[in-house]
């Protein structure tokens, strides 16, 4: 690269400087607000109880007894965030997600949730919430999976890039091929052939803080979330058609960000928030663990 003469000596405003970090000061002195640092009068504490099983069908849900536990102002399940997504395969995909259906994918999968006065509370009532399960077979293998022998997860999946149109729902999403040029007289004129296979474990981003939102669901039909996002259009998107709600009357403020790496752009406990607040007419606010969020967020287990 030739050096041009007309930056000779030129003094930047911002190359070659230090500049202080807008947000640095309100995090070294902690008044940086985090998604955990923000409460509301009157405020419940949310809880999900989540499937300890890789495979299930969900036969039968039973919420009463905990709905007659003192302390307890809402329990719901899916039925509480029922199917609006019109035949939108993806933002069906988010539903199920944020709130198990027929089945539980993956261990960790939410089944229910509950908002009480306190964390104790919301505890107890969790295991008072009596699920039935039909255990089904799993694989945790990615090549096994792709197998067609191997339990099938979601039968309106159909392999999208085949020249025939599959009749038969299958594991595999979609078969996408690149190239260019002659491969086999590219093999032919080459001195070696070398053919290897790589596979790596799963893995998650591991951002410091957990996902965390308060949901306060007015009687006016409008509602306000304050969340640890990366994206909060996409999430007032996404929350507003879960909830059957104009995007218009959610509000979504980010709170400051304690690490995400691209998982803090996905929707998980936040539609389960908004859904007890409005069942129970007070705000939510919802914590995930550390255990929850490597079992249950980030790259989805499923």
């Known amino acids: 690269m030739n050096f041009d003469p ?3 000596g030129r003094k930047f405003t911002s190359v070659g400087t230090r ?6 000061i309100d995090k070294v002195t902690g008044r940086a607000r985090y998604g955990a640092d923000f409460n509301m009068a009157g405020q419940l504490v949310g809880r999900v109880l989540r499937s300890p099983h890789a495979h299930a069908r969900i036969v039968k849900i039973d919420t009463s007894k905990a709905e007659k536990l003192a302390g307890v102002k809402a329990v719901i399940t899916a039925a509480d965030l029922p199917d609006l997504t019109d035949g939108d395969a993806a933002m069906y995909d988010v ?3 944020c709130m198990a259906r027929t089945k539980a994918l993956y261990d960790g999968h939410a089944v229910a949730a509950v908002a009480a006065i306190d964390a104790r509370t919301a505890r107890q009532a969790l295991k008072l919430i009596e699920i039935e399960y039909e ?3 799993h694989v945790t293998d990615v090549d096994e999976a792709a197998k067609h022998t191997a339990p099938l997860i979601n039968d309106a999946i159909f392999t999208e890039g085949l020249e025939e149109k599959p009749v038969k729902p299958s594991n595999v999403t979609k ?3 690149f190239g260019h040029g002659d491969v086999h007289q590219g093999f032919g004129q080459a001195d070696f052939i070398v053919e290897r296979s790589f596979k790596t474990e799963q893995t998650h981003q591991g951002y410091i803080e957990p996902h965390a939102c308060v949901a306060n669901f007015s009687s006016d039909g409008t509602a306000d979330l304050w969340v640890c996002t990366q994206g909060h259009f996409v999430y007032r998107q996404h929350c507003a058609q879960l909830l059957g709600m104009e995007a ?3 509000r979504v403020t980010s709170s400051e960000i304690g690490g995400g790496f691209g998982g803090k752009t996905h929707v998980w406990a936040e539609p389960v928030a908004l859904a007890l607040s409005r069942k129970a007419g007070r705000p ?5 663990t550390r255990d929850e969020v490597f079992r249950a967020s980030g790259p989805t287990s499923a």
């Open 6 to 8: 007309r930056f000779s």
């Open 19 to 24: 500049p202080i970090r807008p947000d640095g």
């Open 95 to 97: 539903l199920d997600n």
């Open 135 to 137: 255990l089904l077979p």
């Open 175 to 177: 078969r996408s091929q």
């Open 248 to 250: 218009s009357k959610l």
């Open 284 to 288: 939510v606010k919802l914590v995930m």
